[in-house]
């Protein structure tokens, strides 16, 4: 193996100014969202100008960046609004812009000349003469498509000058680089201007022309077919491999999965890249990294187009489910008097097993001794949701840097 120690970007997803929060103190180097227009994540949180004014001043604070995806396939009236749009959130600090179409681009190249742009996966970047194309008109950096292989990925950017960006972890569209017409047609959402509906993910049957109503099941196994259900990214186990690449960032995918999910991924990236690092010849992945990548809700794992091009049953994935073994249930917000002082997020009582998640990858046990209000009145459960809690654990505590997320086994 060649020892390369180049450090890659760690790219995080921030659907909400909370994950953006978690995104850094777990360790992305930087933050992609999305603003409340513009955007192709519109169920996420996603930002006001205020919202990115503030996060960017968190991120700013911490050394990180900020990238706000404007990854839109615009129409004439978005065009119209957008001049004004992108005025204020280079304004609000934004570090760069992620872009997909030649309008979009053409326009924030003319307006906010100063913010560099990123080019989105959805513009299907799958080889070097894309790269060039798009370097030449004044991008400053290529997401590469999903399709793409290890090999052929590296083959890019080795070809180019443009620093290229690379998926490592989260799901997957079904659809060529995300551009799918399923949910328009369906249900009249577009998923080409942020409102999928995730159709592909849907239990379908068959109904017969002359039968109308008659549902018949297509059945792979007791829970039905789910014929264009695509498992989750990894690619954590294939990090040497990844860093022969040459690649300036690594993403992962979830603007709208939960701060626990943001926190627990980026944290064991960041984990597994500082010991590559370090270790070079001599690194290995980690089971434990692993074991916490499971901790997460996803669904069953594959290298998706990474090795190589895959087949139905390496890439589908056969149920409409989730893994979920853990419940996200806290943030502890400060230390004081040798107990935490807790924001509650799920269910807690006294006697609740619980693990405080530090940012190097370890985790602290916690059992809860004894809990109280706010008003210092003792209490034996907190139900409500966002409550604020204090609590003393049966384990002593050592020096924390706060906030932190704090989790449950529920297995």
């Known amino acids: 193996m060649t020892d390369i120690r180049v450090k890659p970007e760690l790219l995080a997803p921030a659907g909400t100014l909370e994950k953006l929060r978690f ?10 969202i999305g603003g409340t227009s513009f955007s192709l994540r519109a169920a996420a949180g996603n930002f006001s100008i205020e ?21 839109v396939f615009a129409r004439n009236n978005d065009i119209d609004e957008l001049e004004s749009y992108l005025l204020q959130v280079a304004d609000a600090g934004i570090d760069a812009l992620i872009i997909a179409d ?53 083959d890019i950017s080795r070809r180019c000058t443009i620093p290229t960006e690379i998926f490592v972890h989260g799901a997957m569209c079904v ?82 999965k939960s701060a626990y999910y943001v926190a627990n991924v980026v944290r064991i990236y960041r984990a597994a890249i500082d010991a590559y690092l370090r270790e070079g010849d001599n690194y290995f992945c980690r089971p434990e990294w692993m074991e916490e990548l499971q901790k997460v809700s996803h669904r069953e794992y594959c290298t998706g187009f990474a090795l190589d091009a895959p087949n139905g049953d390496s890439f589908r994935y056969g149920d409409g489910g989730y893994v979920r073994g853990w419940d996200f249930c806290a943030i502890a917000e400060r230390q004081e008097n040798g107990g935490l ?16 998640l530090l940012a190097d990858g370890r985790n602290l046990p916690l059992t809860i001794a004894s809990m109280a209000d706010e008003q210092g009145m003792s209490i034996s459960k907190a139900p409500h949701p966002r409550q604020k809690v204090f609590i003393r654990t049966t384990e002593p505590l050592p020096q924390l840097q706060l906030p932190l997320i704090i989790r449950r086994n529920v297995k």
Not at 231 to 238: H, I, N, P, V
């Open 51 to 71: 919202e990115m004014r503030e996060g960017c001043a968190f991120a700013h604070s911490m050394g990180k960046q900020v990238f706000l995806a404007v990854n």
């Open 102 to 154: 030649p309008g979009v681009f053409s326009t924030a190249r003319r307006v906010i000349s100063q913010v560099p742009v990123h080019i989105s996966t959805q513009a299907n970047n799958v080889n070097f003469a894309t790269c060039d194309f798009w370097q030449a008109a004044g991008a400053e950096r290529i997401v590469l498509g999903r399709e793409l292989s290890l090999v052929e990925a590296e």
């Open 23 to 32: 995104a850094c103190i777990y360790g992305a180097d930087a933050v992609y």
């Open 175 to 256: 659809s060529y680089s995300g551009r799918c017409l399923l949910s328009s047609y369906l249900t009249g959402r577009d998923g080409n201007r942020g409102a999928c509906t995730q159709p592909c993910r849907w239990k379908y049957a068959i109904c017969e022309e002359s039968r109308p109503g008659v549902y018949m099941p297509v059945e792979e196994d007791s829970h039905g077919t789910y014929i264009m259900n695509s498992k989750d990214l990894c690619l954590l186990e294939q990090l040497p491999q990844l860093m022969q690449g040459g690649h300036a960032s690594w993403k992962i995918e979830g603007r709208n």
């Open 341 to 356: 002082w807790l924001e509650q997020r799920n269910h807690l009582a006294i006697g609740d097993k619980l693990e405080l």
